[in-house]
């Protein structure tokens, strides 16, 4: 099995990259850990003309704190990101969530920036993305541009990179201090393709939740919001029965499909549950 | 540059290399094909079961997902380069004496993966080892005897090197 026959480029630089994307457009492909693209080549679903390799290219692999954010070059490793000091102090979630992406072999190859640009349903990076409103930063031959994380990501395998950008740069909002953050998921068998997943953001005033963000994947083509859980926590102490509301309105709220993997009821549940389990774990360790 | 043969250098365990490969060739063909190293083995081609596992520079990756172009000046190391002059490595004794494998395809996949493991972490416990190979499918031996397979072996490279 191997992919039909395309153009290869290897280039040094972003301006090669960009340019290169200009010229081919829609009909090239960028490939960085190459761990979701290569598969759908192989299994010729897709049909690039050319493809534009980012693994020699400068100037993309890097983790750096810059003020209230995270920026990580597309090309850094899951694996390398996961293990990051940077990323654990200031971004414990986006490291938790980089620890479920697959197994060893997958996670040393596959970079940050490819899964978000990838945008899988069942990836867990988007769901983070989404849960902090990550900015991504595309690059094209105009320049760059940001995108707020409720803006990028449109749908299955789709985001709103244009033809002739690539995604350069992922920017996480630093987590604060004392802030509690969880990322849970179900998956088939441990480090296989995820089910549902649920990111759980959340900062408190003595006990009493002042920010919380909640995102769950695998209820719909993209990863989603949970605003009404999150209306109703705001504000409020995380009581037992408060915790017990929520969890149930989580559930109502979002409105997942069914496949080989699940039906639609069990991930309802399974939302529930995680975010209960989230919020028990908030309230016994940060809450205090 | 393009859709030609181009002529890459790499090194395969330990040996420098030079050979033309098509862009659109996967290392996992290249090896076989090209170079005649048919020990790794080609499962599912889509990344799914582990079985094609090489160490780029030192890291398992799935052949079938990389393509030889990209290996320029890497160092690859496959199952052909554990053993040294017809004898086993301790890691391959082990499989033998723990009857880690029965069909066997799936073991090149899974020694490169236990021997990325041991290499970065020489005393793991079970879950580490269980964890290093989860991305590895075997259909015949239910995993038991590989994890006690790659236990034994780190207990008995410690003890070889007198710790």
């Known amino acids: 099995m191997r992919p039909p026959i395309f153009s290869y480029f ?19 492909r960028v490939l960085a850990g190459g761990q979701s693209l290569v598969p759908i080549m192989n299994l010729r679903i ?39 000091a940077v990323t654990n102090e200031y971004c414990p979630i986006v490291a938790q969530a ?14 940050v920036g490819g899964t978000i640009a990838h945008a899988d349903r069942v990836a867990e990076l988007p769901a983070v993305a989404v849960a902090l409103n990550a900015v991504m ?60 997943g649920l990111a759980v953001y959340l900062e408190n005033e003595d006990g009493v939740v002042t920010k919380i963000a909640i995102s769950a994947m695998g209820v719909g083509s993209t990863p989603v919001r ?41 991930r309802k549940y399974v939302v529930a549950s995680m975010l209960r389990t989230s919020l028990q774990e908030a309230a016994k360790g940060e809450l205090k | 540059m393009s859709s030609s043969s181009t002529l890459i250098k790499f090194f395969v365990n330990s040996i420098e290399m030079a050979a033309e490969a098509e862009p659109r060739e996967l290392l996992v063909d290249f090896l076989r094909h090209r170079l005649g190293l048919t ?44 053993g040294c002059g017809g004898e086993l490595s301790p890691l391959q004794e082990e499989f033998r004496n ?46 038991t005897n590989i994890v006690r397979a790659v236990a034994e072996t780190a207990r008995r490279l410690k003890s070889e090197r007198g710790e």
């Open chain 1, 10 to 28: 290897a280039p040094n630089a972003v301006s090669d990259v960009v340019r290169l994307l200009a010229e081919y457009g829609a009909d090239a």
């Open chain 1, 46 to 84: 897709i049909r690039p003309a050319a493809l534009i390799d980012l693994n020699r290219c400068a100037g993309l692999t890097y983790i750096e704190k810059r003020g209230d954010y995270i920026a990580i070059g597309a090309m850094t490793r899951q694996l390398d990101a996961s293990r990051s």
């Open chain 1, 98 to 111: 980089l620890e479920k992406t697959g197994p060893f072999a997958v996670r040393s190859r596959a970079t």
């Open chain 1, 137 to 196: 930063v595309v690059e094209g031959i105009q320049g760059s541009r940001e995108i707020p994380a409720c803006d990028f990501f449109l749908g299955d395998l789709t985001t709103s990179i244009a033809p002739g950008e690539f995604l350069r740069e992922v920017r996480f909002p630093v987590c604060e201090p004392g802030s509690f953050s969880k990322f849970s998921e179900v998956s088939v068998r441990q480090e296989g393709v995820a089910v549902v």
């Open chain 1, 226 to 266: 949970l605003h009404n859980a999150e209306a109703s926590l705001q504000g409020n102490y995380l009581s037992p029965s408060t915790i017990e509301a929520v969890a149930n309105l989580a559930s109502a709220e979002v409105n997942p499909m069914a496949d080989p993997y699940a039906s639609a009821a069990y």
């Open chain 2, 39 to 82: 020990g790794t083995h080609v499962g599912c081609a889509h990344g799914a079961c582990g079985a094609c596992t090489v160490l780029i520079d030192g890291r398992p990756t799935r052949s079938c997902l990389t393509f030889a172009i990209q290996a320029e000046g890497c160092e690859i190391q496959t199952v052909e380069g554990l």
């Open chain 2, 98 to 143: 723990h009857h880690a494998l029965q069909c066997g395809f799936c073991t090149p996949g899974m020694l490169m993966s236990a021997c990325a493991l041991l290499n970065e972490n020489p005393d793991p416990s079970e879950d580490d080892i269980r964890h290093a190979l989860a991305g590895n499918l075997c259909r015949c031996t239910g995993y």
